[in-house]
T-cell receptor, first 116, second 111 residues
Framework: EAEVAQSPRYKITEKSQAVAFWCDPISGHATLYWYRQILGQGPELLVQFQDESVVDDSQLPKDRFSAERLKGVDSTLKIQPAELGDSAMYLC??????????????FGEGSRLTVL | QKEVEQDPGPLSVPEGAIVSLNCTYSNSAFQYFMWYRQYSRKGPELLMYTYSSGNKEDGRFTAQVDKSSKYISLFIRDSQPSDSATYLCAMNHNQGGKLIFGQGTELSVKP
């Protein structure tokens, strides 16, 4: 069964360090999403890609967060410098284009970040 | 005020009970309504998907949408310990658009 792959699963870092997360969506899925889920809360969208283009990054803290999907396949989310409030689960999801499906999001298992 | 409100629980029920999970929302433009299930330390997985108002049934699960009241529900019949998870409601204006999630309700089904 096709899955969204994410790495690392767990990351512990110190404040002010740089962190990077990687996501490989399901093959053929043109839309890729990065969500942040703080413990006890629902996921919140950080950035949405359609192929290699950013569709929505209105909630991405651009002073410290960056995301790229250079070839329209896998994606990297970077945080520099990390702050204590960045501790959360970072979820990657992908979906078929609207014309090709219901728009269902398939999530990876997430990357849990702890900032000390 | 959040666009989507969901009682965080936790909710604890005995095995076999009927479970009712609910969300309210404020944006009348929402048309697509979903329920995701999230096991501990895992990513969410889609459980039910509904367009506009009405009911949808899938096995032990029934999703209801009442757009006039801006209220959606998920019912679980004959609940099982394996149903123990966090249930997230989610909704958006159009397919593939930004998905807005509720806070999630943590459910525990005791044997």
């Amino acid at each position: 069964e096709a899955e969204v792959a994410q790495s690392p699963r767990y990351k512990i870092t110190e404040k002010s360090q740089a962190v990077a997360f990687w996501c490989d969506p399901i093959s053929g899925h043109a839309t890729l999403y990065w969500y942040r889920q703080i413990l006890g809360q629902g996921p919140e969208l950080l950035v949405q890609f359609q192929d290699e283009s950013v569709v929505d990054d209105s909630q991405l803290p651009k002073d410290r967060f960056s995301a790229e999907r250079l070839k329209g396949v896998d994606s990297t989310l970077k945080i520099q410098p990390a702050e204590l409030g960045d501790s959360a689960m970072y979820l990657c999801a992908s979906s078929l284009p609207r014309e090709g499906g219901t728009g269902e999001l398939f999530f990876g298992e997430g990357s849990r970040l702890t900032v000390l | 005020q959040k666009e989507v409100e969901q009682d965080p629980g936790p909710l604890s029920v005995p095995e076999g009970a009927i479970v009712s999970l609910n969300c309210t929302y404020s944006n009348s433009a929402f048309q697509y309504f979903m329920w995701y299930r999230q096991y501990s330390r895992k990513g969410p997985e889609l459980l039910m998907y509904t367009y506009s108002s009405g009911n949808k049934e899938d096995g032990r699960f029934t999703a209801q949408v009442d757009k006039s009241s801006k209220y959606i529900s998920l019912f679980i019949r004959d609940s099982q310990p394996s149903d123990s998870a966090t249930y997230l409601c989610a909704m958006n204006h159009n397919q593939g658009g930004k998905l807005i999630f509720g806070q999630g309700t943590e459910l525990s089904v005791k044997p």
